[in-house]
């Protein structure tokens, strides 16, 4: 779905009472794509519950339906999809449309890569500036092949998928799950041994899920932060269940909205514990929040937790560029708690930021410095200048990006005057039900 055509809705924050109660964030956003398009790779029945109900994974959906699969609601949060088995997809007869979604189109794009069809990609006006080539250079490799492109292969583009795919040995170059699971994708249905290697490990959820369907796929520890990822071709991937927990990249919002505001108690249920994903976490709590987890779980290898955060005062602190992967989406919300915080908050290794829905890196400079933060960007790195209290008073521009529209909104729960925000739409990409869940906190927003 594109915003494009439709009008802006801006939301206002203000500093608002204590935030508490109960909640629970939406259904993980990577694995939700993740199980839809195994699903469809798959024969027989997966039947998914508690699916994030976004627009990125609803493109997603609508995707696999073209290509073949039966992909049907079943009740709230809870999906079923009938399988085409690897390499069975159907030449699609319209354009498949991913939005705002990175994710959903990198992935397809190596599914459709190991199928013998042609399928045209599109998105919105952020996608189709974003970097395609990491992923295209090895499917190209692989066998597939590019027809037409926009410039330096970016969106809309024609991809014309391998008949007979080859397996490779991929060194990815930059730390980048989707460019690992679009070439996985793809090995599925290559004959012979699929091989990803990453000098920096990567969210690991494509492996752990196709282990889960019944692939074999082995993943051995590479130099001090990588891994070694060897999945064998031409699986036969069977339905299975999958549960999906709640995506820690959505609860990290009412997470540093409930440390910044004064006096809140929150508690957020079933969040991802995911060590690849779990560095925000991490690094509030080296700048002294209180973030208790309790009642640890686990499903399909994913394990989940409830936390109870509690207002903290925060202190600035160093984040080491080899925590960015586990991290990559929580700087904008990390940023937000740095300014709120006692001393400064340098991030490093923050290149990937700007290859994102948005320049993450100059947006968030940007949303700090009309709200009177002071922020420096030095080549790669951020650095916040927390003074323990935001002035606020500024309109935020979004440019089509959910997260910097979501923190700015919390750094308006806490700033001493309120914070405006110039379009809220595309909050709906990952978290539809951000500003009720928010105001049940009791978040004022207006
Ligand atoms: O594989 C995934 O589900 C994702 C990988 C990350 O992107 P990169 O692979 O570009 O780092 C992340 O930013 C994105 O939100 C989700
Ligand atoms: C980067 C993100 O997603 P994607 O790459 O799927 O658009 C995100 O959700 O922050």
């Given at each position: 779905m594109t915003h494009s055509a439709t009008p802006a809705t801006p939301l206002e924050a203000r500093s608002s009472g204590p935030l508490t109660g109960k909640a629970r964030v939406p259904g993980d956003k990577s694995i939700s794509h993740r199980a839809l398009i195994l699903g469809a790779l798959s024969v027989g029945e997966t039947r998914i519950s508690g699916?994030?109900?976004?627009e990125d994974v609803l493109n997603t959906a609508k995707s696999m339906r073209a290509l073949g699969a039966r992909v049907e609601r079943i009740g709230e949060f809870a999906w079923s999809v009938h399988g085409v088995g690897v390499a069975g997809f159907a030449q699609p007869e319209v354009p498949l449309d991913f939005g705002n979604s990175g994710t959903g189109c990198r992935l397809v794009m190596g599914a459709v890569a190991g199928c013998p069809i042609t399928a045209v990609f599109d998105g919105d006006a952020s996608l189709r500036s974003r970097p395609m080539r990491r992923v295209l250079d090895p499917l190209e490799l692989m066998g597939a092949c590019v027809g037409s492109s926009g410039e330096?292969?970016?969106?809309?583009l024609t991809l014309n998928g391998a008949r007979d795919p080859l397996p490779i040995l991929y060194r990815t170059p930059v730390a980048s799950a989707q460019i690992k699971s679009a070439v996985l994708l793809a090995g599925l249905a290559a004959p012979g041994v699929t091989t990803v290697i990453e000098t920096e490990a990567s969210r690991d959820h494509t492996e752990l899920m196709l282990k889960h369907f019944g692939a074999q796929i082995v993943s051995t520890p590479e130099g001090g932060h990588g891994r070694k990822i060897a999945l064998t071709g031409q699986p036969e991937l069977h339905g299975a269940e999958v549960v999906v927990p709640a995506d820690p990249s959505s609860a990290a919002f009412p997470l540093v909205a409930a440390l910044i505001v004064e006096g809140s108690d929150v508690v957020l249920s079933d969040?991802?514990?995911?060590p690849l994903r779990t560095g925000l976490f991490t690094t509030l709590r080296e700048m002294g929040a209180s973030i208790e987890q309790s009642h640890v779980r686990g499903d399909a290898g994913e394990p989940m937790a409830q936390f109870r955060v509690r207002a903290s005062r925060l202190r600035g602190v160093e984040v080491p560029p080899e925590r960015a992967p586990s991290m990559i989406d929580e700087y904008l919300v990390l940023a937000v708690a740095a300014a709120f915080a006692e001393g400064t908050t340098i991030m490093r290794g923050?290149?990937?930021?700007?290859?994102?829905?948005?320049?993450r890196l100059e947006a968030t400079a940007a949303m700090l410095r009309v709200n009177g933060v002071k922020v420096e960007i030095s080549g790669n790195d951020m650095i916040v200048e927390g003074m323990g209290h935001v002035e606020g008073d500024g309109l935020v521009a979004t440019h089509m990006d959910h997260r910097i529209a979501m923190s700015a909104l919390v750094m308006g729960l806490a700033s001493d005057k309120p914070v405006k925000v110039?379009?809220?739409?595309?909050?709906?990409?990952?978290?539809?039900?951000f500003i009720p869940m928010m105001r049940s906190l009791g978040a004022e927003f207006s």
């Open positions: 699916l994030l109900e976004g330096g292969g970016r969106l809309p969040v991802m514990t995911n923050l290149q990937e930021l700007r290859v994102k829905e948005s320049d110039d379009d809220t739409a595309f909050i709906a990409t990952s978290f539809p039900d």
